[in-house]
């Protein structure tokens, strides 16, 4: 019980894996930076908010002080929403040590410039400081639950990478271990974007054919953008890439897959939005996506056009009717 780690955000996907590390043996500080809802998840043992049902183990605390986490362990790992990523570490940055380690849950860009996570990180902390990124087919419950589970952590570091997979791997949790930080977050990016143009086509009634084609040509383009990117082709047939895209395009647990579902039932984005009441990923990250087609000259055809369904008032039906005419070309 001597390996310690600070999880930084107490939203679904921060409580499931700071349950994970605590079942695993590490001692868990949780953070959340609203004072009332973490004093309800120490008062109940349990994060009812998103995650009802699912007890905490004795070994997980929780916080609402960030001085406190980095007084607990030199190795963060970041579970915010894209937007908040770079707020949470410019916040903590005075607390920490020269030895800190910085790892991330979040899916997405930094909505300030588009840039990778990852360049967040380099900026506030040097390129030196040990950074990963964890990604992969993992929706929060299952893996509170303890359904087995198999994701990807891509390090800077070799031994950060090892470090992380041991406090988390375990049980029914499988991790494996990558170099390819940038893949990693271009998949966990870009799925979301995609998630909801399945959720469009689900929700104007296409059946299974559509959603397979979507995702099959979906994955296609995360591999034009990621490798543009630097990003290393493999990746993006393994657990962050395929796996993810699978997982999200496919399952209502999917916020994301959900919103679109909403737009092609003929809702608002902000109506969807509200009635699924957590963030979704997918709408910035439709975007910071798109800005990069556009900047680096990559064809993306589904994201343009998820991007304009969701930024410039398209109708989700002439959207899959824009992709059904475009010009015939090869498959590769």
Not at 13 to 41: D, F, S, Y
Not at 64 to 75: E, G
Not at 299 to 305: D, H, L, S, Y
């Amino acid at each position: 019980m001597n390996k310690k780690i600070a999880l930084l955000g107490a939203g679904s996907w921060g409580t499931a894996l700071a349950i994970l590390a605590a079942r695993n043996g590490c001692q868990v500080l949780l953070w959340g930076h609203e004072a009332k809802h973490i004093a309800a998840l120490a008062h109940d043992k349990e994060n009812k908010r998103y995650l009802s049902g699912l007890a905490f183990p004795d070994n997980l605390a929780v916080t609402d002080n960030l001085a406190d986490c980095a007084a607990f362990s030199n190795t963060l790992l970041v579970c915010s929403p894209s937007h908040a990523f770079k707020d949470v570490l410019v916040q903590i940055k005075p607390h920490l040590s020269d030895q800190v380690q910085i790892a991330w849950a979040t899916k997405g860009f930094n909505p300030e410039d588009g840039s990778l996570l990852h360049k967040v990180v380099a900026d506030l902390f040097g390129t030196q400081t040990p950074a990963a990124i964890l990604s992969g087919p993992t929706f929060a419950r299952e893996v509170a639950a303890n359904l087995p589970t198999a994701i990807t952590i891509a390090a800077n570091q070799p031994d950060f990478a090892r470090q992380l997979a041991d406090m988390l791997h375990g049980g029914r949790f499988r991790t494996y271990t990558s170099s390819d930080v940038i893949g990693v977050e271009v998949g966990g990016a870009v799925k979301n974007v995609l998630a909801i143009a399945a959720g469009i086509a689900d929700g104007l009634g296409f059946g299974a054919n559509t959603r397979a084609a979507l995702i099959t040509r979906g994955l296609n383009e995360t591999i034009r953008l990621g490798v543009t990117l630097g990003g290393k082709p493999d990746t993006f047939m393994g657990l962050a890439g395929l796996g993810d895209l699978l997982l999200t395009c496919t399952d209502n647990q999917s916020r994301n897959r959900r919103l679109g579902l909403a737009l092609g039932l003929g809702k608002s984005r902000e109506d969807a939005i509200t009635e699924i009441g957590q963030e979704v990923e997918g709408v910035s990250a439709a975007k910071q996506t798109y800005r990069l087609a556009q900047k680096y000259g990559i064809e993306m055809p589904i994201t343009e056009q998820t991007y304009k369904v969701l930024y410039e008032g398209l109708s989700p039906l002439a959207a899959v009717e824009n992709l059904l005419a475009r010009e015939l070309k090869p498959e590769s």
